[in-house]
């Protein structure tokens, strides 16, 4: 009975299988895709692939600045952390400016000019505080991920071996040179 229950789980399994396939066909060939970009099921190993990079990355590895940043990973994640943080106080801020834009089309010209002049030295003082955020945070990332590492060489490091007496008690390996002197009268 437990035969026939493996085989009725494989055969369902193959059923999956192959409607997933299908699914996934289906959809590619719908799909605007690339032909390299698309997955792939049936790989060798049977693990699902994507296509080759993407050409704008590979070529901003080629720069130097992304040389520069490959060989600095701490800057390359502050900035990414950096980057991150300021989408959200830039993208407020050209909000702004397109608002009194569309202000001073109906001729507030005054006005846009002192909202942009007080918003842009606010956006620049929002990101000086963002960027020593993010130094400090990915610093501190950068730390506890040292000190995690550490303890976890530390507590799953072998051990030094003991070494039996002759009483049978375990004791640690010592010389027997390492007793002359201390009682000496």
């Known amino acids: 009975m437990a035969k ?7 055969r369902n399994l193959q059923e999956l299988q192959k409607k997933l396939s299908l699914l996934i066909d ?12 698309r997955i792939s099921l049936d790989s060798d190993d049977g693990v699902s692939r994507l296509g080759s990079a993407s050409s704008e990355v590979v070529a901003f590895m080629k720069s130097p600045v992304g040389q520069y940043l490959d060989r600095h990973p701490f800057l390359a994640f502050t900035l ?12 407020f801020f050209l909000l702004i400016v397109m608002l009194t834009s569309l202000a001073a089309l109906l001729g507030v010209i005054i006005l846009e000019g002192l909202v942009i002049a ?3 030295l606010s956006l620049l003082c929002i ?8 130094l400090i945070m990915s610093g501190m990332m950068i730390a506890s991920y040292v000190v995690v590492s550490s303890l976890i060489n530390y507590w799953f490091s072998p051990r ?7 009483n049978g008690d375990f004791l640690p390996a010592m010389k027997s040179a390492d007793f002359e ?4 009268e």
Request: proline content about 6%; hydrophobic content about 40%; charged content about 10%.
């Open 80 to 91: 990414l952390v950096f980057i991150v943080m300021s989408a959200v106080p830039v993208g």
């Open 160 to 166: 030094p071996l003991t070494q039996q007496n002759t």
């Open 181 to 184: 002197g201390l009682y000496q």
């Open 118 to 120: 007080v918003g842009g």
């Open 26 to 37: 289906s959809f590619q060939n719908n799909s605007k895709l690339p032909q390299h970009s």
């Open 127 to 134: 990101l000086c505080g963002l960027g020593f955020v993010s």
């Open 4 to 10: 026939e229950e493996l085989r009725s789980i494989s």
